[in-house]
């Protein structure tokens, strides 16, 4: 079910609704995996960008560039997007 939607044909899900429900589960389980994997890629990439610009004598923080992402998701996403991104932002930076 990589990268699929999960269906079944109508009369399936009529006819067991539990079974429809345990399969809906199954791929929230596969997407939250790969959210998951994504997250801790992205925060050790983005440790790993800070580290470099600061070894190289650059800020800790570019504050243009976190902008862009907060903009990046509150467009896709909407208000969420916006508290998403802080999330996002924060694994990769640490508190500020």
Known sequence: M??????????ATAEDPDARIAAL??????I?????KLWQERAAISREV?????A?????????R???ILDRFRQ???ADGTQLAL???RAGRGPL
């Open 76 to 78: 896709a996403l909407g």
């Open 50 to 54: 800070g580290a470099t610009r600061v």
């Open 87 to 89: 999330l996002v932002l």
């Open 2 to 11: 990589n990268g699929t939607m999960v269906s079944e044909s109508p009369s």
């Open 66 to 68: 976190e902008r862009e």
């Open 32 to 36: 939250d995996a790969n959210l998951i």
């Open 25 to 30: 589960r199954a791929r929230l389980d596969e």
């Open 56 to 64: 190289s004598g650059g800020t800790r923080l570019v504050l243009s």
